[in-house]
Every structure is written in structure tokens, then in C-alpha cells.
Nanobody, 112 residues
Framework: QVQLMESGGGLVQPGGSLRLSCAASGSIYIMDWFRQAPGKERELVARITNAGSTYYGDSVTGRFTISRDNAKNTVYLQMNSLKPGDTAVYYC?????????WGKGTLVTVSS
């Protein structure tokens, strides 16, 4: 059983920054950040392998950076130049042997 726990959400003004963290209970090869805004489907924000290869969704490319500390089994999402459209619950995700594991999510609200 893999456990994922997110932290770091909160209220930030447009143009501001936040860093999210996701602590995993063990070593995971690929870890993702998804987000779900009210009334919208959950979408992939960013992905990172344990070798450091990354992928970003079009809406966050150039503003968000995913990174990881393999020694701590932790993945980070640095979010800069935040927009109101980034308001969502952000979830950490891992797929292992065909099973999807999700954290409980952390709310990010971008508002003045």
C-alpha cells in the first residue's frame, strides 16, 4: 500500500508563488501532479521520473517546475506566476503495477 501526502497549498495573489510537496511512503519511479478545478475534469499538471525526466501540461509550461528528492521520497511542484485559473485542488499521483494511488489533495486558491 502506497501512501501519498500533499502539503503546501493555500491562498496566494495573482502573480505569486507557492511550492507544493508530496511525501510518498516508499520509492516510486514516476510521480505526477494533477489538479481539479470546480466543475472541471482532473488534469495532469506535471510528471517526473526517478531519473529526473519531466513533462508539463501546456497550461503550466514555463511557470511550474516539478522536482524530486529521491532520498526523501518527496516530489515538489514549484508554481510561479500563478493565475486565477490555477485555482484547484492539487493531487499527487502514482501508478504502480496498474494501481492508481492518490493523495487527499491540497487546495490552491489564486485570488486578490
Amino acid at each position: 500500500q502506497v501512501q501519498l501526502m500533499e502539503s503546501g497549498g493555500g491562498l496566494v495573489q495573482p502573480g505569486g508563488s507557492l511550492r507544493l510537496s508530496c511525501a510518498a511512503s516508499g520509492s516510486i519511479y514516476i510521480m505526477d501532479w494533477f489538479r481539479q478545478a470546480p466543475g472541471k475534469e482532473r488534469e495532469l499538471v506535471a510528471r517526473i521520473t526517478n531519473a529526473g525526466s519531466t513533462y508539463y501540461g501546456d497550461s503550466v509550461t514555463g511557470r511550474f517546475t516539478i522536482s524530486r528528492d529521491n532520498a526523501k521520497n518527496t516530489v515538489y511542484l514549484q508554481m510561479n506566476s500563478l493565475k486565477p485559473g490555477d485555482t484547484a485542488v492539487y493531487y499527487c499521483h502514482a501508478a504502480i503495477s496498474g494501481i492508481n494511488y492518490w493523495g487527499k489533495g491540497t487546495l490552491v486558491t489564486v485570488s486578490s
